[in-house]
């Protein structure tokens, strides 16, 4: 039982910044934006968090400073994509570029050498937990968001048709804006839980990929709040395996390409066709 208790909180732990992210990614594409950028977006959180905190010496002014570094990378693209008609993908991809090499330089600048900054007051395991609530909140009330209020409803129509939003009077290029910015807050806060829940520190390369997995979980999930938390914790339990099938002998670099692979596989399809909002990528 102690073990079963240990692999649940590991899978927890692994799950909560793919929930943050696969939250921002369903935001975005209900929206009607193809949200490319979630893994800049999760370093530029980390690395702002670990920054803020070194030189304030609080957890809680880093976690400030995170949000806003995830709401510029999506609030960045929201406005690309929207009054200057940008391709999406081009432009989360350029994202992901400029926040992951901007960290990797902001690491020499704090600690002289590259890699790794120096440790960093964090918020250690109460605040890790806190996090872990905080992302299942996140899911219950995006979803009461999106199907049980007048925004969600206009939102989920810009994704669809918005021609159609625009007949009724509203603008859905500010919708857009408006759901990458809350998506900015969602994806900070997944890259907070790295460097300051799970971790002291950002190493270049934390995010490894995770941003890309929450876009399969957004898939996975049906592009559902609740859908796509709920496969965000699969990859978690697929990540938090690793630890227990090297202890029986498997190869270890098979155990950490086991979720890469898996969210390839969603990506393409093998799992089931579904339905992506008719207007997700799609620029108006």
């Known amino acids: 039982m102690p ?10 732990v692994k799950a909560t910044p793919l929930i943050f992210a696969a939250l921002a990614g369903v935001l975005c594409e209900r929206s009607g934006i193809l949200n490319i950028a979630l893994e800049g977006a999760l370093a530029a959180g980390a690395f702002a968090a670990v920054a803020a905190s070194y030189e304030t010496g609080s957890p809680l002014l880093g976690a400030v400073a995170g949000v806003l570094a995830g709401v510029l990378v999506c609030g960045t693209l929201g406005v690309a994509a929207t009054r200057f008609r940008v391709d999406q993908i081009v432009a989360g991809t350029g994202l992901n570029v400029l926040a992951i090499g901007g960290a990797a ?5 704090m600690s002289g050498t590259p890699g790794v900054t120096p440790e960093v007051h964090a918020f250690g395991p109460s605040g890790e937990a806190v996090l872990v ?20 409803l206009h939102l989920r129509a810009c994704g669809e048709n ?3 939003v625009v007949s009724a009077g509203l603008d859905p290029r500010r919708i857009r804006v408006v759901a990458t910015l809350i998506a900015g ?35 996975f999930g049906r592009w559902t709040p609740l859908g796509a938390c709920a496969a965000a914790i ?36 093998i799992f089931g066709k579904s339905r992506a909002p008719a207007a997700d990528g799609v620029v108006f």
């Open 185 to 219: 807050v969602l994806a900070g806060l997944g890259g907070i839980f790295l460097s300051l829940g799970e971790l002291d520190i950002y190493s270049d390369g934390m995010t490894a990929g995770r941003g890309f997995i929450a876009l399969a979980a957004v898939i």
């Open 105 to 109: 330089f902001g690491i020499v600048v």
């Open 3 to 12: 073990d079963l208790i240990g692999f649940c909180e590991l899978v927890l």
């Open 133 to 152: 609530i905080l992302a299942m909140c996140c899911a219950l009330g995006l979803h009461f968001a999106l199907y049980r209020t007048p925004w969600g």
């Open 162 to 164: 918005p021609e159609a």
């Open 234 to 269: 699969a990859f978690g339990a697929l990540s938090a395996l690793q630890f227990v099938l090297q202890r029986a002998g498997v190869p270890s670099e098979l155990l950490q390409a086991l979720p890469y692979v898996v969210a390839l596989a969603a990506l393409t399809g």
